[in-house]
């Protein structure tokens, strides 16, 4: 009997194609993703890597295995699954992966429309806004708030549901002459200014270059991790930002916000879980709390 733990680990390492990727996505050691692989390979009678002092690859053995479980795991999902409909109410844990301004912005509705279910916990752990779905797909995470900035793909192992359409606006200081709202925002005279942002690679970068029509310039003088902080330091007049709307979202912070001129950045923001995996009515239960979330997100404070 195959165990389904090392094929989890089998069809990670076909994904990532090392084994310490593998570990650090999956929270092993490298070497106890060495043994268990090796284990299976003893239980399969077959080499599964082909192993040199610095690296291993998969053999033809080896991604035939891989192929299956995918396979395998994807069916013993759909079975978890169809075992949890029976039981009619939403049940067990859900962890979602949300980036950092949708864990405050999402939250309160979030919890509102989940708390008539008792037996589900919920998860949220913060992740880039350009998250891995890798974790996704091995069962790390249940759901994961993705941005797109252009088209995604079809995958027919994942289903996107679309949560809201968002856009990058400018925060200013209280003070600053853009808090005008008749002041032009003119991109040549902007560049001029001390802009704080996201570190690289962030797509707000390559957005805010794009509007100053400075692309690979460099405007950015401040950088910091975390849009709260930003914020902040724009309302103590550290300079000026480009945010999303969902940033201002029960913000404390005192700045003026400027819509910029069209076509202004914008991107949308999707719930996206495994399919086999949205057969589960706690996971169907928490994407359905996010779509009323990012409804009620869109219609403002009642």
Known sequence: MLDLTRLRLLEE???RGSIAETAAALGYSASAVSQQLATLERETGAAL????????RLTDAGRRLAAHA???LAAVEAAEADIAVRAATPAGRVV???FPAAGPAFAPALTRHLGAYPDLALIVRQAPADCDLNPLRSGEFDVVLDVAWSPVPPDDTLTRVRLYRDALVLAVPPTHR??????PLDPAALRAETWIGLPAPDPSRDALDRFLGSPGAGAIRWEF???ATIMSLVAHGAGIALVPLIAL???RHRVAVRELPPPAPTFEVHAVVRTTGLRNPAVAATVAALRQAADELRRGPS
């Open 249 to 251: 979202v029960g913000d």
């Open 70 to 72: 995918t396979s395998i």
């Open 13 to 15: 390492f076909a994904r």
């Open 96 to 98: 979602v992966a949300a």
């Open 225 to 227: 991790e975390g849009l």
């Open 178 to 183: 853009l808090a005008d709202a008749a002041e």
């Open 49 to 56: 890597l082909d192993r040199t002092a610095r690296s291993a």
